[in-house]
């Protein structure tokens, strides 16, 4: 099963909403990311959280972690168009060298 | 920075037939290598990871196997491709002492 788990698992706001979905995990991590991926297109890197961290912010983006839940929310704030794409959760775990990835929230900000 | 190349971008493939994608890197050397399988809608499945010039690892028993012959060359294979080797197949690096992971186009493979 995956180690990640996104949620919702398809999200509609209009522009100019703020979009959160979640994150939740199963084991201990080292780090969460999260990534974005445009329709058809490969991953790109958002952001990466540690361990020891609680929130982090880069541009209009926030996450936040709670590993007593091990859980994990994205926020985006503001949201445009071009936001719309599949946001991916991944952990990586105590073993390094791979990432888990959740099974993604799809993201439709209507103009 | 790096740099990550994937093709064809597209490909149909009968059953039975073989298969070879090839990923090449750019900007960085000794990068850990990645191949995933994304079916449509869905999260990524790690096939295979590679930490240096032929060292393969593989994550699910499968019908495919993986190659490094280069320190950033990166190839799957099949001998026999199935119906549910369809997906689309990305390939990703990660550089050294680095944490994140850079993606490429991916290929998507239709196998009929």
């Known amino acids: 099963s995956q180690q990640g788990e996104e949620d919702p698992q398809a999200l509609s706001i209009q522009e100019g909403e703020n979009a959160t979905m979640n994150c939740s995990y199963k084991?201990?991590?080292?780090?969460l990311q999260w990534y974005r991926q445009n329709s058809g297109r490969g991953l790109v890197h958002l952001i990466l959280?540690?361990?020891?961290?609680r929130e982090k912010h880069s541009g209009r983006l926030r996450v936040t972690l709670d590993t007593s839940k091990k859980s994990s929310s994205l926020l985006i704030t503001a949201s445009r168009a071009a936001d719309t794409a599949s946001y991916f959760c991944?952990?990586?775990?105590?073993?390094?060298?791979?990432?888990?990835f959740g099974g993604g929230t799809r993201v439709l900000v209507k103009p | 920075s790096q740099t990550i190349h994937q093709w064809p971008a597209t490909l149909v493939q009968p059953v039975g037939s073989p298969l070879s994608l090839e990923c090449t890197v750019e900007g960085t050397s000794n990068p850990n290598l990645y191949w995933y399988r994304q079916a449509a809608g869905r999260g990524l499945q790690l096939l295979f990871y590679s930490v240096g010039i032929g060292q393969i690892s593989s994550e699910v028993p499968q019908n495919l196997s993986a190659s490094r012959p280069q320190d950033r060359q990166f190839i799957l294979s099949s001998k026999k491709l199935l119906l549910s080797d369809s997906g689309f197949y990305l390939c990703a690096c990660q550089r050294e002492l680095q944490e994140t992971q850079y993606f490429g186009p991916g290929t998507r493979l239709l196998v009929l």
């Open positions: 959280i540690r361990s020891n961290e």
């Open positions: 084991t201990s991590i080292n780090n």
């Open positions: 991944a952990t990586d775990a105590a073993a390094g060298n791979k990432l888990t």
